[in-house]
């Protein structure tokens, strides 16, 4: 079962929507770097989540399209990022062949590059198995807070809330585990090549 037992020790569970307020609470409170790891290879996006549904209707144009109304909601983050000189990065673990699930997403990425979001992929084994011990869903705020998505036991990730959690030790697995990657990670621009 993933995250493992380890990283969430002495954290708090949290539904869907305290996940959602805890974020908005931590990112009030970041000073310099947020981090995102990404692991799963399929996620089902929440059931409003039309541009995904278009995509599998296998209408691309629509699809994209929606995907940039989707990212353009998002802009004021990427300038608040900007004008903070936040460090910022996505880090997306990829297992080729892509996923139906990752073909669509990359669609995403594209788009929310060239609006500035700094998107690092490491190319993986296919033959791991994701998430794993090490690698799961996490978002980092500076070194003070972790959020943790659960995404169920299921093959296809679908959010059901996560876990917060201070705890320094956590914290600092979880840092090593992302650095670790983002030296072996090369940008997004390099990967679609």
């Known amino acids: 079962m993933y995250p493992p037992a380890w990283a969430l020790t002495d954290s708090a569970r949290l539904d869907l929507e305290e996940f ?14 947020f ?13 409003a989540n039309e541009s995904q549904q278009v995509y599998e209707r296998g209408d691309i144009e629509s699809a994209r399209e929606l ?8 802009r004021p983050l990427y300038e608040e990022v900007s004008r903070r000189n936040i460090e910022y990065a996505r880090v997306r673990l990829i297992q080729e ?3 139906a699930y990752l073909q669509y997403e990359l669609l995403s990425y594209r788009i929310r590059a060239d609006m500035g979001e700094n998107i690092e992929v490491v190319r993986c084994d296919p033959a791991l198995y994701l998430p794993d011990e090490r690698h799961f869903d996490f978002l980092l705020f500076d070194r ?17 809330g996560g876990w917060l959690t201070h705890e320094p030790s956590v914290i600092t697995v979880l840092e090593e585990t ?16």
Do not use: M
């Open 178 to 193: 992302v650095s670790s990657l983002r030296r072996k990670a090369i940008p997004l621009q390099e990967y679609l090549i």
């Open 144 to 160: 003070h807070t972790a959020l943790i998505h659960d995404y169920g036991a299921g093959e296809v990730g679908l959010q059901a």
């Open 20 to 33: 959602g307020k805890a974020f908005a609470g931590a990112w009030l409170q970041i000073e310099s770097r």
């Open 97 to 99: 062949p892509l996923s």
């Open 67 to 74: 995907l940039r109304q989707e990212a353009e909601l998002d």
């Open 35 to 47: 981090l995102k790891l990404e692991c799963w290879q399929t996620y089902r996006e929440l059931e």
